[in-house]
Each structure stands twice: as C-alpha cells, then as structure tokens.
C-alpha cells in the first residue's frame, strides 16, 4: 500500500524558480523523508523530519510538517536544471509494518 | 555511491523464465527491503529481510520469493515471468531502528520479451 500521496504528479518549471511539492499521507507517523531519484536510477535521501518538528532545512531544501493535517511540503529554492528528477516522500510504518512507504513521486523538470 | 550493490544491471529474458536479483546491503545494515518500481511509477514494497528473518511483505507475488543469507546478501527470485515483470527492481538497505535512511542500489533492469 502506498500511504504517502505526492502533489502534483508533475511539474515544470525555469530554472531560477521556486518548486513546491506536497506529501500527503494517511495514518499516524514517527517521521518522513523526502527521497530524490534521477531517471532510472535508485533514490537518494534528502532530507528527514520528525514528527515533533515542523520544519527543517538543508541547503536550498525546506521541508515543513503539518500532522494536524497529514501533510508535508518540500520547497527548492532558486532551482537548478540538475534538480530535475522524481521526488518522493516516504513515511514510516503502516498495516504491513513497512520502515519506509513511498508516495508515486513528483516529477520535477526544471528548464533551462 | 550509497554502498549497496545490486546485480545485474540489466537482464532481458523470456517468459516463462526464471531470473534471481541480487544485492548486498551497505556494510553494517541488517535490513534489506526489495521495491519494485514500474515505467514512471512509484515504489511497490515487496518484502523486508532483518538478519535473516523476514520482516514485512507487501503486494509480492506468489511467483516471487526472496531470502537473505548469514552474510547479510538478499536474492529476489522471480519465476515463470510475465510480460508485465517488466520493471525496475531496487533492493535498499537500513540499519535497525526508526528514523533511518534508507540506501538505495542503483537497481536492476528486468525485460521480459
């Protein structure tokens, strides 16, 4: 099952720009990551937030935590043509016991 | 380099074949997860290995096993393929505990012809 839910599905943008991607998800979490993957290749991990923080920065990523809400957003700032790639969010745990549940990704394409 | 290693990279075969996958965690990491990811979707969870024992299942087919072995490596064995086997297939590893990162291979490219 996947409980994180990514929004949108795809988004183009010029580089220079801000891009602003949200996580949605569905039961009660520890924390949540965002995940980074260029084209066919495997994830890389950008960033973790705790469910007790409510936001979280690392370089030009900002990532924010609404629990009320069930929702999380990434922010990349000032984006670069080499940001382009999928962007996933993963939470912790669900009926299956999962360490990590992945959302379907966003697609970012950052134009030059 | 995120330290595990899956392979192969690429592997074309028929259907109704039979294929193994094969990783190695990073050094130090217990848990293994194997993901299958097909064309421009997200990550389905398969399966989770923790020191030899498995840990949770998700939507893998009966026709897919897996197992971990007392040096920690994983294999994913795929049997009687599908056309719709077709996907890329990750393996990542973690150490025990909540709030850890998980290392992802670079995955392998399965074709099924």
């Known amino acids: 099952s996947q409980q994180g839910e990514e929004d949108p599905q795809a988004l183009s943008i010029q580089e220079g720009e801000n891009a602003t991607m949200n996580c949605s998800y569905k039961t009660s979490i520890n924390n949540l990551q965002w995940y980074r993957q260029n084209s066919g290749r495997g994830l890389v991990h950008l960033i973790l937030?705790?469910?007790?923080?409510r936001e979280k920065h690392s370089g030009r990523l900002r990532v924010t935590l609404d629990t009320s809400k069930k929702s999380s957003s990434l922010l990349i700032t000032a984006s670069r043509a080499a940001d382009t790639a999928s962007y996933f969010c993963?939470?912790?745990?669900?009926?299956?016991?999962?360490?990590?549940?992945f959302g379907p990704g966003t697609r970012l394409s950052v134009l030059p | 380099d995120s330290g595990v290693t899956q392979t192969p990279k690429h592997l074309i075969t028929a259907t109704g074949q039979r294929v193994t996958l094969r990783c190695s965690p990073r050094?130090?990491?217990?848990?293994v997860y194997w993901y299958q990811q097909s064309l421009d979707q997200g990550l389905q969870f398969l399966i989770q290995?923790?020191?030899?024992?498995?840990?949770a299942k998700g939507n893998i087919l009966e026709r897919f096993s897996a197992q971990q072995f007392p040096d920690l490596h994983s294999e994913l064995n795929l049997s009687s393929l599908e056309l719709g086997d077709s996907a890329l297939y990750f393996c990542?590893?973690?150490?025990?505990?909540?709030?850890?990162?998980?290392?992802f291979g670079q995955g392998t490219r399965l074709t099924v012809v």
């Open positions: 050094s130090g990491d217990l848990s």
């Open positions: 990542a590893s973690s150490v025990e505990g909540q709030g850890v990162e998980a290392f």
């Open positions: 993963a939470t912790d745990g669900d009926n299956y016991g999962q360490n990590f549940v």
């Open positions: 290995y923790y020191n030899g024992e498995e840990r």
């Open positions: 937030i705790r469910s007790n923080e």
